[in-house]
């Protein structure tokens, strides 16, 4: 029992020391911040929903204690430690499926579907509560965006002519700012998947994992989430000022979770290829070095959901990961 919370302990510290490395200010301090969800996974999918709840105290105590004040460890608290809690306890969860002739039922996991889910709509709860709570500001949350690129930009672009490099400083603020909160909750969602993944990985190369891993070719979404992105898309579109804004910022953050449906339908293609593998990498490579496949993932992921490709069109899988 000692050694259970000697490494949920463990997994808080370091999860806190990867997310405080940020201070290093170095291209590789931000890297490993990248990583503080590593250790909170491996305990939550490691130990268990009381493995991660007591890293996750643990992580948010050494952040507050380092930070020097309650913002900073309610910050880690906020956008780590919680997420991951919930997320390992709807992971966790399963059910034993119906029994048939000659046959007990078999153990029914936590579909990765409605895993995107939670993640995607917790994303979608900060974003909105940041517009909430700034709504009182000078310019709402948009304003404060705009103040605190203008603020992180000015250096980089004192150059040239004051009257010209003030305007280009507004135009290249303005377009930033205009998807930032958005593009930011993606980010996060992208990081605690992979984060996610990785752990998952991990504990399944030493035989230590509690469930066994999601398929990616298994990610369905719900039915409501593409009426609930239209509406966040038509919000964004049609309605000026503050509510224009969160409607366009929402639509990028839950049109990540078909990026993930749409994904989900090009490993349920690839897994009847022999080159499975190769293929996935090099998609996945081609997504990070020019960015518009993500776009067309997303539509594949929409299109899947309104019309069924996966259900229609592929065949038995010879094992994918």
Known sequence: MARYWGFAGSAGLASAALYLSVILGSPGAFLLAYLAPLPLFLAGLGLGLSGVAVAGIVGSLIVFLAGGSFVAGGLYFAIEALPIVILVQRALLSRQGEAGPGHAGTLEWYPPGLLVTWLVGMAALLVTVAWLALSGSEGGLAGTVERFLSAGLS???????????????????????????????????????????????????????????????????PGWMLPALLAAALVGLAMPGGFGYIGRNLMVVLAVAYLFAGLGVIHAFVARMKARQVMMVGIYVTMVLFGW???????????????????RFAGPAQGEE
């Open 155 to 221: 250096a980089m672009l004192e150059t040239g002519d004051a009257g010209a490099d003030m305007a280009q400083r507004q135009q290249t603020i303005g377009t930033i700012a205009a998807l930032f909160p958005g593009v930011a909750a993606a980010s996060w969602i992208v990081m605690l998947a992979i984060n996610g993944a990785l752990a998952q990985g991990l504990l399944s190369r030493f035989d230590r994992n509690i469930r066994p891993s999601p398929r990616m070719a298994e990610t369905f979404l």
């Open 293 to 311: 496949p993500v776009i067309l993932a997303v539509v594949l992921g929409v299109v899947d959901q309104m019309f069924g490709l996966r259900r």
